[in-house]
């Protein structure tokens, strides 16, 4: 195993253990559903960490009943593109709404 793959895996086992017992907020209508989107969330993130092409630390990923909105910054617009890819990858995710800016 990698060193990307363990630290991608580290991070998402930190994001499910600080996310548990979180009560429904921002409008998710059961706790599955915000635990779904936290899944979702963090196998996006993972991803971003395993990708060489997206930097993870530069785009925030936010989930809401499926649906994605990606922000932040990107180097380029193959990064953007990438990271809209493999947020579409994840299953489960419904919509994305891909909201990086490219920096020149």
């Known amino acids: 195993m990698n060193i990307r793959?363990?630290?991608?895996?580290?991070f998402a086992a930190l994001l499910a253990l600080t996310a548990t017992g979180c009560a429904v907020q921002r409008?998710?209508?059961?706790?599955?559903a915000y635990v779904d989107d936290t899944?979702?969330?963090a196998s996006i993130k993972s991803r971003f960490v395993e990708n060489k092409v997206v930097d993870a630390a530069a785009i925030s990923v936010e989930t809401l009943n499926g649906t994605v909105m990606l922000?932040?910054?990107a180097k380029s617009p193959d990064e953007k593109s990438t990271a809209a890819t493999l947020a579409w990858s994840?299953?489960?995710?419904?919509?994305?709404?891909?909201?990086i800016?490219?920096?020149?």
């Open 5 to 10: 793959t363990l630290f991608a895996l580290a």
């Open 27 to 32: 409008g998710q209508s059961t706790v599955g």
């Open 39 to 41: 899944a979702i969330t």
């Open 71 to 73: 922000s932040g910054f």
């Open 90 to 99: 994840v299953m489960g995710v419904k919509a994305v709404k891909n909201e």
């Open 101 to 104: 800016t490219v920096r020149p």
